[in-house]
């Protein structure tokens, strides 16, 4: 079954970065994006961005371009995304999402998410 | 650029009722790319509906959902307990806001 598990909480102080992983399971990684949705506290949900796990093309939401990078690597089937120069208002739940654009350009499969919290 | 809104922002229903919430783009958009997902608290999102009004694997057959060009619906038939959470459509990287569906 396909799962994607996601790192622990990070706790990080305004001015850092944080870099969470994403670690695929029950399908070829490479056949599918993965995307980031981040979550803040009693919010809706806002899209990060984009990678191609085949060829590492990345498509970065405006709003976040220049602060955050997406990378995978294939031979762990993992995905990540570093954010960096961390504002309060970056606190969110982070979820990776496979994105399958074979059926429908969706967000198929999620990770369980995981709490980034930027405080002093 | 495309804006997804939903409404209502909070449906207050009982279990048994029928529950139909509204996503409308602020421009015609493929019926091919709208989805919808569900989530309870603490919880990721789970896909529902795929390009309008396919079930995702494992939903059951009281959810459906309808529309194109710039209206489309999701519909309960028959709320159960478990069906009480948030709503979101969804065209390509665009969330809509939002419905709250919560127990009357």
């Known amino acids: 079954q396909v799962q994607l598990v996601q790192s622990g909480a990070e706790v990080k102080k305004p001015g850092a970065s944080v870099k969470v992983s994403c670690k695929a399971s029950g399908y070829t990684f490479t056949s599918y994006g993965i995307s980031w949705v981040r979550q803040a506290p009693g919010q809706g949900l806002e899209w990060m961005g984009w990678i191609s796990a085949y060829n590492g093309n990345t498509n970065y939401a405006q709003k976040l371009q220049g602060r955050v990078t997406m990378t995978t690597d294939t031979s762990t089937s993992t995905a990540y995304m570093e954010l960096r120069s961390l504002r309060s208002d970056d606190t969110a739940v982070y979820y990776c999402?496979?994105?399958?654009?074979?059926?429908?350009?969706?967000?198929?499969?999620w990770g369980q998410g995981t709490l980034v919290t930027v405080s002093s | 650029e495309i804006v997804l809104t939903q409404s209502p922002g909070t449906l207050s229903l009982s279990p048994g009722e029928r529950a139909t919430l509204s996503c409308r783009a602020s421009?015609?958009?493929?019926?091919?790319?709208l989805a919808w997902y569900q989530q309870k608290p603490g919880q990721a999102p789970r896909l529902l509906i795929y390009g309008a009004s396919s079930r995702a694997t494992g939903i059951p057959d009281r959810f459906s959902g309808s529309g194109s060009g710039t209206d489309f619906t999701l519909t309960i038939s028959r709320l159960e307990p478990e069906d009480f959470a948030v709503y979101y459509c969804q065209q390509y990287a665009l969330f809509g806001q939002g419905t709250k569906l919560e127990i009357k």
């Open positions: 999402a496979r994105w399958n654009e074979v059926v429908a350009a969706i967000f198929d499969y």
């Open positions: 421009q015609s958009v493929s019926s091919s790319y």
